[in-house]
Nanobody, 124 residues
């Protein structure tokens, strides 16, 4: 059974930092590209960032470029999202997702497995 479990969310002031983690089980982690999406209240779930299977290539949404950093540790079956210079508009539930394809996609439908999400709230 595939499980993706996010952790690390919380409440932080604007300008602060958080580090999210997503631990995978039930899959060969290194066979999957991983991504983070987020969903703010009343909005569609949106792509944030993706990392390829080996961790050598990343793709960021413009809204987070230069502030967020994705990384992965295949030995630990874990992907991370370091979020710096947080803004109130970053407030959302953050989801990790797994995609077996090597084709970079920002579309939700491309991702086979999803975590349950972790809440990030940035106060002004």
């Amino acid at each position: 059974q595939v499980q993706l479990v996010e952790s690390g969310g919380g409440l932080v002031q604007a300008g602060g930092s958080l580090r999210l983690s997503c631990s995978a089980s039930g899959v060969t982690f290194s066979s999957y590209a991983m991504a983070w999406f987020r969903q703010a209240p009343g909005k569609e779930r949106e792509f944030v960032v993706r990392i390829n299977r080996s961790g050598t290539s990343t793709y960021y949404a413009d809204s987070v470029k230069g502030r967020f950093t994705i990384s992965r540790d295949n030995a630990k079956n874990t992907v991370y999202l370091q979020m710096n210079s947080l803004k109130p508009e970053d407030t959302a539930v953050y989801y990790c997702a797994a995609d077996r394809s090597v084709i970079t996609s920002v579309e939700r439908a491309a991702y086979e497995y999803w975590g349950q999400g972790t809440q990030v709230t940035v106060s002004s």
